[in-house]
């Protein structure tokens, strides 16, 4: 599975305006259902469901600067993301302490297990090679970061 897959160039903020966590959820959310207007994205559903898989099962946020909240919700009909990246740190607690500056979200029924793993699994992926990250925290709009997921997508084949 490839990142531009499942998120859209619609669903990529290249500067998030919320300065907290649930504020980047509900923003990345906002982002996803303008991405996919088809879909009838439950917005607060969506949003309590990764908040609360947070709580529940510990931050997604990875270390490194990078965070990947995740949760399924029954009413979604497909694999969806988003993508959003803060000059502004954000405090995620994250496993390294660190803020979080960059944020991959990925939601989708309990139907689509298979899928949402491999979108799991494109994601760290593409998060653990070489100046991946880097490259999205210097970038400034949407697409150029569109243009960096494409070029991870043939460079490490993710």
Known sequence: MKLTEFIAKK???????????KGVIAELVAAMKKAYPSDKIPAGDLVDAILH???KLGSTGLGGGVAIPHA?????????????????????????????HLFFVIAS????????????????????????C????NARTARE???IFREIEQVANV
């Open 53 to 55: 898989r947070e709580s």
């Open 134 to 137: 880097r490259f999205l925290k």
């Open 11 to 21: 669903a990529i903020v290249a500067e998030l305006k919320a300065t907290d966590k």
């Open 145 to 147: 970061i569109e243009e």
């Open 109 to 132: 029924p309990t139907t689509r297990k298979t899928e949402y793993i491999d979108a799991l699994k494109a994601t760290s992926a593409a998060i653990r090679t070489a100046n991946f």
């Open 72 to 100: 399924h919700v029954e009413s979604l009909k497909n694999l969806l993301g988003a993508f959003g990246r803060s000059s502004r740190p954000i405090e995620y607690s994250a496993i390294d302490g660190q803020p979080v």
